[in-house]
Antibody
Framework: EAQLVQSGGGLAQPGGSLRLSCRAS????????MSWVRQAPGKGLEWVAM????????YYADSVKGRFTISTDNTENSLHLHLSSLRAEDTAIYYC????????????WGQGTMVTVSS | EIVMSQSPLSLSVTPGEPAAISCRSD???????????LNWFLQKPGQSPQLLIY???NRAPGVPDRFSGSGSGTDFTLNISRVEAEDVGVYYC????????FGPGTKVDIK
């Protein structure tokens, strides 16, 4: 069964850093673009970042550009998101997602991990 | 960045009745391959989102045929032919042509 299992997250102070990870199993990880999507409490979905299947090209939402870094480790079938210069408005549940386009296979979502930015 | 809008933002529907949600983008979502790069997701309460429609009009595997998508360019519609109680949740359109952008969501509940 294809699945994504997330780890990391938690509480960080404003200006601080955190790292989120997402391990894939049940499918060929290196064949898919991967994304991070977040959802602030009681709010809608916001796409955050995505990376090509070879891990060489990344794209970011304007709201996180220059502060967040997405990366992959295809030897460990893992996706990462390094969050830095954190702000209160980054507080959200973060989901890793396989290929949001859906034309090759339905997207797979991780279970989500909470990031809280507060002093 | 492509900006997405949806209407209405909330919808209360009688079971068995049809429902429609509109989605607009501020730029055309037609790819050079002719497909419209617009998806529809449903997030049921307490769950991760699930894909309903991809490339504007293709139902994802396992999605009931009461759901259909239409539209092209900048205007798209999700139709539910006969709403069921299990269809409650928030519906999002999302452009997947250039990076990704979600619409604000449409909350659907049952009368």
């Amino acid at each position: 069964e294809a699945q994504l299992v997330q780890s990391g997250g938690g509480l960080a102070q404003p200006g601080g850093s955190l790292r989120l990870s997402c391990r894939a199993s049940g499918f060929t990880f290196s064949n898919y673009w991967m994304s991070w999507v977040r959802q602030a409490p009681g709010k809608g979905l916001e796409w955050v970042a995505m990376i090509t299947q070879d891990g060489r090209t990344a794209y970011y939402a304007d709201s996180v550009k220059g502060r967040f870094t997405i990366s992959t480790d295809n030897t460990e079938n893992s996706l990462h998101l390094h969050l830095s210069s954190l702000r209160a408005e980054d507080t959200a549940i973060y989901y890793c997602v396989r290929d949001l386009t859906g034309d090759r296979a339905p997207p797979i979502w991780g279970q989500g991990t909470m990031v809280t930015v507060s002093s | 960045e492509i900006v997405m809008s949806q209407s209405p933002l909330s919808l209360s529907v009688t079971p068995g009745e049809p429902a429609a949600i509109s989605c607009r983008s501020d730029q055309s979502l037609i790819h050079s391959n002719g497909h419209n790069y617009l998806n529809w997701f449903l997030q049921k309460p307490g769950q991760s989102p699930q894909l309903l429609i991809y490339l504007a009009s293709n139902r994802a595997p396992g999605v009931p045929d009461r759901f259909s998508g239409s539209g092209s360019g900048t205007d798209f519609t999700l139709n539910i032919s006969r709403v069921e109680a299990e269809d409650v949740g928030v519906y999002y359109c999302m452009q997947v042509l250039r990076t990704r952008t979600f619409g604000p969501g449409t909350k659907v509940d049952i009368k």
